[in-house]
């Protein structure tokens, strides 16, 4: 079965650049989506479409995808933006998704 | 605006089968490629999808759990009900019903109802 592999956590300084990666085969070839959950609440999807942004969902998230590799990209990077994250694609009509990577901001 | 809510948390015992509920309102399950799925998470772990459907009635398991899953609609009630049997400890978690959307080839999840709390326990 199809697997994304994501980083477990990422550190960034307020204000800083925090990359996220989600790692699949082919992932080019598939859409990537990615969701931002905090604790106790239901996920929110932050990028669709490999790098399409939400309405509501501020400048500073964007997202890419080429090769076998997504990224999710937090620029200024906030302490409100500290969460967990996960990528999502889909594979013959499955949607899947990544481990998650727990983004701290200190 | 579009909602989807889960119905009620639910206690339920190994090897009985458990029923969810989504209600669905601000678009209708029967216009168009519109879709609604079901994502699973377990405490501390991440999502999981277990099944999803559209309004032409496609539908789509999860391979690992597919022969414990059933996913239906009733557009007259505007709910998506998910079927899971035989269940087990370890199905212990937070279900989630969420829209799927659709543009060309991609397909996201967007919005996502409350949760509901599922325990599976003797």
């Known amino acids: 079965s199809y697997e994304l592999i994501q980083p477990p956590s990422v550190s960034v300084s307020p204000g800083q650049t925090a990359s996220i990666t989600c790692s699949g085969d082919?992932?080019?070839?598939?859409?990537a989506s990615w969701y931002q959950q905090k604790p106790g609440q239901s996920p929110v999807l932050v990028i669709y479409?490999?790098?399409k942004r939400p309405s509501g969902i501020p400048e500073r998230f964007s997202g890419s995808n080429s090769g076998n590799t997504a990224t999710l990209t937090i620029s200024g990077t906030q302490p409100m933006d500290e969460a967990d994250y996960y990528c999502?694609?889909?594979?013959?009509?499955?949607?899947?998704f990544g481990g998650g990577t727990k983004l701290t901001v200190l | 605006q579009v909602t989807l809510k889960e119905s009620s948390p639910v206690l339920v015992k190994p090897t009985e089968t458990l029923t969810l509920t989504c209600i669905v309102s601000?678009?209708?399950?029967?216009?168009?490629?519109?879709?609604v799925g079901w994502i699973r998470q377990p405490p501390g772990k991440a999502l999981e999808c277990l099944a999803h459907?559209?309004?032409?009635?496609?539908?789509s398991y999860s391979t690992s759990l597919k022969s414990r899953l059933t996913i239906s609609e009733d557009t007259s009630k505007s709910q998506v009900v998910l079927t899971m049997t035989n269940m087990d400890p370890v199905d212990t978690g937070t279900y989630y019903c969420?829209?799927?959307?659709?543009?060309?080839?991609?397909?996201?999840?967007?919005?996502w109802g409350q949760g509901t709390l599922v325990i599976v326990s003797s």
């Open positions: 969420a829209q799927v959307r659709e543009l060309g080839a991609a397909n996201w999840f967007d919005p």
């Open positions: 601000g678009f209708s399950l029967r216009n168009g490629r519109m879709g």
């Open positions: 459907i559209f309004s032409n009635d496609e539908k």
């Open positions: 082919k992932l080019r070839d598939k859409f």
């Open positions: 479409r490999d790098d």
């Open positions: 999502q694609a889909w594979d013959t009509s499955t949607a899947v």
